[in-house]
């Protein structure tokens, strides 16, 4: 599994998405298989990221889950209303480090739990597009050779691909609207679904197996577009009866699926699975503050089952202020929260956010912090320290404040940050992502954007305690990276949330 050391963004951003409850929409909307558009939201995810990855190339190592479906959406082979309203959905989560190619791989893992299927692990990193890719999803007229030619393109083999087809289809169905070819006799909801059950499960199998089934890839009259029927008994069924046992298909699907999110351009490097941290500094926020320097700072754990007392370090950045074993503090306040779907399947049963509201000199600073943790059970108590590197704070110039920042739901939020000794000639800017909006009238590029705003001087918080503050409104709250130079020198803060426990 991979690592976190402190601060890392990226990691910081794709472990709460998965862990968190409500930190994002791809780990939300799916649970307990939602419907939308008369099939559940959790098939149009599916579909969505089997569309995007299908773009892959083995040979070239070029295409897959890219979010290049983005672009694509408006193809015949795209047909749907699932595709733009999946986007949508996965629209605002990203940040300057996770793209929606991220997003969308996030989305098929949760909408396949979110319909009881089985957990697959997830690998961040992916990279988004900025073009279409080729055409090269398979439709159902297409032959069987045809059809196994694009899976192998796309990294499949004929058994894969006849197992992936199963376990894609276990979900949803085929709309009239879009394929009325295919679906030629009336439908009261309008859609012709693969399976009896809403659920993620073989019945799909089982149904094709006993001769019971009403997909109409395999049954339909129209025998053009049977493909499921082609796919399906191209080996003479060998690989469906293999699939009978539902152990063996969440298995297969599971690793079939994690694949399918996987494929991505040879040029990028997934990481390690991305399981829950045992332990994560979360949400800091250093500022100027009545002579000296508050500094909030969580740490999340998982419950363990201990009574456990966890104590905050720290020292000094310059001179000396703290005692040689460094200054201390006890959180100000304990919270337990429960974790996303994927977390609890991972059994994380709550996670438990220790918050700290440190008094630091204003003088002599802060340059790193670390953790003692006892569990009062007569066992040694233990450091938690990055890993060995300390969390090291890396500069005191640049800082963001959350309490003169003014941050209400009702309007823009009006973002402050202190700038420690400036001269005339700084120059701060927010480097922010916005989704960009989904008009229906013209849908454009799903994707979101970025925005660069510039800062102007404070008049209403005038300079104190040795900094200088600069405001701007910012349309986005949930991710800004902050950037000054002073005296030559670049400085940069990401500022994901804009406030926290104690502001
Ligand atoms: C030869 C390969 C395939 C063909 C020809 C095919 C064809 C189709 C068609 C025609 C639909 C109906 C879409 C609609 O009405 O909105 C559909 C739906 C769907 N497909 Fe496939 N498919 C293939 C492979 C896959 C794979 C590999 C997956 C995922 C692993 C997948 C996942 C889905 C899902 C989840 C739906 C339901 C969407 C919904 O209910 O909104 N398909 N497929």
Same mark, same amino acid.
């Given at each position: 599994?991979?690592?976190?050391?402190?601060?890392?963004?990226?990691?910081?951003?794709?472990?709460?998405?998965?862990?968190?409850?409500?930190?994002?929409?791809?780990?939300?909307?799916?649970?307990?298989?939602?419907?939308?558009?008369?099939?559940?939201?959790?098939?149009?995810?599916?579909?969505?990221?089997?569309?995007?990855?299908?773009?892959?190339?083995?040979?070239?190592?070029?295409?897959?889950?890219?979010?290049?479906?983005?672009?694509?959406?408006?193809?015949?082979?795209?047909?749907?209303?699932?595709?733009?309203?999946?986007?949508?959905?996965?629209?605002?989560?990203?940040?300057?480090?996770?793209?929606?190619?991220?997003?969308?791989?996030?989305?098929?893992?949760?909408?396949?739990?979110?319909?009881?299927?089985?957990?697959?692990?997830?690998?961040?990193?992916?990279? /988004?597009?900025?073009?279409?890719?080729?055409?090269?999803?398979?439709?159902?007229?297409?032959?069987?050779?045809?059809?196994?030619?694009?899976?192998?393109?796309?990294?499949?083999?004929?058994?894969?691909?006849?197992?992936?087809?199963?376990?894609?289809?276990?979900?949803?169905?085929?709309?009239?609207?879009?394929? *009325?070819?295919?679906?030629?006799?009336?439908?009261?909801?309008?859609?012709?679904?693969?399976?009896?059950?809403?659920?993620?499960?073989?019945?799909?199998?089982?149904?094709?197996?006993?001769?019971?089934?009403?997909?109409?890839?395999?049954?339909?009259?129209?025998?053009? &577009?049977?493909?499921?029927?082609?796919?399906?008994?191209? /080996?003479?069924?060998?690989?469906?009866?293999?699939?009978?046992?539902?152990?063996?298909?969440?298995?297969?699907?599971?690793?079939?699926?994690?694949?399918?999110?996987?494929?991505?351009?040879?040029?990028?490097?997934?990481?390690?699975?991305?399981? *829950?941290?045992?332990?994560?500094?979360?949400?800091?926020?250093?500022?100027?503050?009545?002579?000296?320097?508050?500094?909030?700072?969580?740490?999340?754990?998982?419950?363990?089952?201990?009574?456990?007392?966890?104590?905050?370090?720290?020292?000094?950045?310059?001179?000396?202020?703290?005692?040689?074993?460094?200054?201390?503090?006890?959180?100000?306040?304990?919270?337990?929260?429960?974790?996303?779907?994927?977390?609890?399947?991972?059994?994380?049963?709550?996670?438990?956010?220790?918050?700290?509201?440190?008094?630091? /000199?204003?003088?002599?600073?802060?340059?790193?912090?670390?953790?003692?943790?006892?569990?009062?059970?007569?066992?040694?108590?233990?450091?938690?320290?990055?890993?060995?590197?300390?969390?090291?704070? /890396?500069?005191?110039?640049?800082?963001?404040?959350?309490?003169?920042?003014?941050?209400?739901?009702?309007?823009?939020?009006?973002?402050?940050?202190?700038?420690?000794?400036?001269?005339?000639?700084?120059?701060?800017?927010?480097?922010?992502?916005?989704?960009?909006?989904?008009?229906?009238?013209?849908?454009?590029?799903?994707?979101?954007?970025?925005?660069?705003?510039?800062?102007?001087?404070?008049?209403?918080?005038?300079?104190?305690?040795?900094?200088?503050?600069?405001?701007?409104?910012?349309?986005?709250?949930?991710?800004?990276?902050?950037?000054?130079?002073?005296?030559?020198?670049?400085?940069?803060?990401?500022?994901?949330?804009? &406030?926290?426990?104690?502001?």
């Amino acid at each position: 599994a991979v690592v976190f050391n402190w601060p890392d963004p990226f990691l910081d951003t794709l472990e709460d998405q998965l862990y968190r409850l409500g930190f994002s929409s791809a780990s939300g909307f799916a649970l307990n298989c939602a419907a939308r558009q008369d099939t559940t939201i959790a098939a149009q995810w599916l579909r969505l990221a089997y569309h995007d990855a299908a773009t892959h190339n083995s040979t070239t190592g070029t295409g897959g889950l890219d979010a290049s479906i983005a672009f694509e959406f408006t193809r015949a082979q795209d047909v749907g209303e699932g595709m733009l309203a999946s986007l949508g959905d996965f629209l605002g989560v990203q940040n300057q480090y996770v793209g929606m190619a991220d997003t969308i791989a996030m989305g098929a893992i949760n909408a396949v739990i979110g319909c009881g299927g089985p957990v697959i692990p997830f690998r961040g990193g992916r990279i /988004d597009a900025t073009e279409a890719g080729p055409a090269t999803v398979p439709e159902p007229q297409q032959d069987l050779d045809s059809h196994i030619a694009s899976f192998q393109t796309q990294g499949f083999n004929e058994t894969e691909m006849i197992a992936l087809v199963a376990c894609g289809h276990s979900l949803g169905g085929v709309r009239q609207v879009d394929f *009325p070819l295919i679906v030629t006799e009336d439908v009261p909801t309008g859609v012709q679904n693969f399976a009896s059950n809403v659920g993620f499960d073989n019945t799909v199998v089982h149904e094709y197996l006993n001769s019971t089934t009403e997909n109409v890839l395999v049954v339909g009259s129209n025998i053009t &577009t049977r493909s499921d029927l082609r796919i399906f008994s191209s /080996d003479g069924n060998v690989t469906m009866q293999s699939l009978a046992s539902p152990d063996t298909f969440n298995e297969v699907c599971a690793d079939l699926i994690g694949r399918m999110i996987n494929t991505v351009p040879s040029t990028v490097t997934l990481t390690d699975p991305i399981e *829950p941290f045992d332990f994560k500094v979360w949400n800091t926020h250093l500022f100027p503050q009545g002579g000296s320097l508050a500094f909030l700072a969580t740490l999340r754990i998982i419950e363990t089952g201990a009574n456990r007392t966890v104590t905050m370090f720290w020292k000094e950045r310059t001179g000396t202020f703290c005692p040689t074993e460094g200054c201390s503090i006890a959180p100000f306040q304990v919270e337990s929260e429960v974790p996303s779907l994927y977390g609890q399947l991972k059994g994380v049963t709550a996670f438990i956010l220790h918050s700290f509201n440190a008094s630091i /000199d204003l003088v002599t600073s802060i340059s790193h912090f670390w953790f003692e943790i006892n569990d009062n059970d007569g066992s040694a108590p233990f450091i938690v320290d990055n890993n060995g590197a300390n969390y090291t704070i /890396d500069q005191d110039v640049l800082l963001y404040d959350p309490r003169r920042t003014i941050a209400t739901f009702a309007s823009q939020p009006v973002v402050v940050v202190g700038v420690k000794d400036s001269s005339t000639s700084t120059n701060v800017t927010a480097l922010s992502m916005i989704a960009n909006p989904i008009l229906d009238s013209d849908p454009g590029v799903p994707l979101p954007i970025n925005i660069t705003t510039v800062f102007e001087l404070d008049s209403s918080n005038p300079p104190a305690d040795g900094y200088t503050f600069y405001s701007a409104p910012i349309v986005n709250t949930l991710d800004n990276t902050i950037r000054t130079t002073v005296n030559g020198t670049a400085y940069s803060l990401w500022v994901r949330f804009l &406030t926290a426990a104690g502001v």
